[in-house]
């Protein structure tokens, strides 16, 4: 049994193949999940895949290509996992909406 599904609390399973296996499969079913995975190349006999739904995994990839621009959560310099997740809450703020801070003005512009 996959020990990542034991922790989850989603309706929905988002992965590549890497996580293709029917172990993942049957585990994300039996806690009511719809799973989304692309079919290995290998696999003989192909599931059908949900594109739409399937490129919501790359928005949230960006998300976080995008959040390790902060060392911080690049590197998971915190030692507790709330304290990690508050400031990735924090930095996905941050990256999608930006605030609008005006520029400071030069000394000259003030003559």
């Known amino acids: 049994m996959p020990e990542f599904l034991d922790v989850?609390?989603?309706?929905?399973?988002?992965?590549?193949?890497?996580?293709?296996?029917?172990?993942i499969v049957q585990a994300s079913q039996k806690r009511g999940m719809q799973f989304v995975i692309?079919?290995?190349v290998n696999r003989k006999k192909l599931?059908?895949?949900?594109r739409h739904r399937y490129k919501a995994c790359h928005l949230v990839e960006n998300l976080f290509q995008r959040m390790k621009v902060?060392?911080?959560?690049?590197?998971?310099?915190?030692?507790?996992?709330f304290t990690f997740f508050g400031?990735?809450?924090i930095a996905s703020t941050h990256k999608?909406?930006?605030?609008?801070?005006?520029?400071?003005?030069?000394?000259r512009n003030y003559i």
Request: charge should be positive; hydrophobic fraction near 40%; glycine fraction near 0%.
């Open 96 to 107: 999608v909406a930006p605030l609008n801070v005006p520029e400071t003005h030069s000394s």
């Open 47 to 50: 599931r059908i895949l949900d």
């Open 87 to 89: 400031f990735v809450h």
């Open 8 to 23: 989850l609390q989603a309706q929905a399973l988002l992965v590549d193949k890497a996580y293709d296996s029917d172990k």
């Open 70 to 81: 902060f060392r911080r959560v690049a590197t998971c310099f915190d030692k507790r996992d």
């Open 38 to 40: 692309p079919s290995r």
